[in-house]
């Protein structure tokens, strides 16, 4: 079955001066314009190719890759707007419309946006929209703790970062889960820290296991990410520059290093220590 907005693998069924035409079962056949015919190509042959409609509504096909598919999220710039909504460059010829019911708040030309694309089953149209809580889930029955999981960063508020977990839920990145620096956008590696009991779901960039119990080696990971990931204290730093810190002695400092150290979350030199 022909799945527009995504890639299908479709035979050609004839050639003619304007391209190849794909058979696409119920609805026909489908144009794979010259330019994206590969050389040799012949009936029967058979190409992967991403269905979509141009700019008159036909179903067309392409061998360009766009930079997500239906039901895929992509951190995308706005290139233009009408009266219709937003128009974001997708990487294919025809811009995605992102209609104005479709913004979570108003776009602004010139500036990116994690965009969610579906496909409005009513007209066959391919349509973005920014209102990801409404397309995507926020609640988990099958994710497991500890799971790996890829996220995308789609927004930041008071509890910390908001992302796309494997393009299917929503998930929300405490702020104290967080040493690195993270931006609206970023693509990034993380597990499954909790389900909660509203079976919302709760992410750690850390690998199960790791875990952080002593205050002290909390408080070194927090005054690291303040200062951009590195700091000249280490274990060779002078005793009362450290109590000056953190208002401990020299010996517990250097024991909540090792154990980040040993966590592998820091990498110590004479000189700084730096988050990994």
Request: glycine share 6%.
């Amino acid at each position: 079955m022909l799945k527009i907005g995504q890639f299908n693998q479709l035979s050609i069924t004839r050639l003619a001066d304007a391209g190849v035409y794909l058979e696409a079962g119920s609805y026909g056949e489908i144009l794979l314009p010259r330019r994206y015919v590969p050389a040799n190509a012949q009936p029967e042959t058979e190409l992967e190719v991403f269905v979509y409609l141009d700019s008159e509504d036909r179903l067309i096909a392409t061998t360009e890759r766009p930079h997500l598919q239906v039901g895929e999220c992509a951190y995308l710039k706005a290139v233009d707007s009408s009266r219709h909504g937003a128009f974001f460059d997708w990487g294919l010829t025809k811009d995605l419309l992102v209609p104005y019911n479709e913004q979570e708040r108003p776009i602004e030309v010139g500036k990116f946006y994690v965009v969610h694309a579906f496909l409005d089953e009513r007209t066959e149209s391919i349509v973005g929209t920014t209102r990801l809580a409404q397309h995507l889930s926020e609640f988990s029955y099958y994710f497991k703790q500890g799971q790996a999981v890829d996220l995308l960063v789609y927004a930041r508020d008071e509890l910390g970062y908001r992302a796309v977990v494997n393009q299917t839920h929503l998930g929300l990145l405490y702020q104290s889960e967080v040493f690195q620096n993270l931006r609206i956008g970023d693509q990034v590696s993380g597990y499954i820290q909790q389900i909660r009991p509203d079976r919302k779901i709760d992410l750690t960039l850390r690998k199960p296991g790791v875990v952080v119990e002593d205050a002290l080696a909390q408080q070194i990971l927090v005054h690291l990410k303040q200062r951009g990931g590195s700091s000249h204290f280490t274990d060779k730093t002078a005793p009362e520059q450290i109590y000056a810190e953190f208002k401990v002695s020299k010996a517990h400092f250097k024991r909540a290093l090792g154990l980040l150290y040993k966590q592998k979350l820091i990498q110590l030199t004479p000189e700084k220590t730096t988050l990994l």
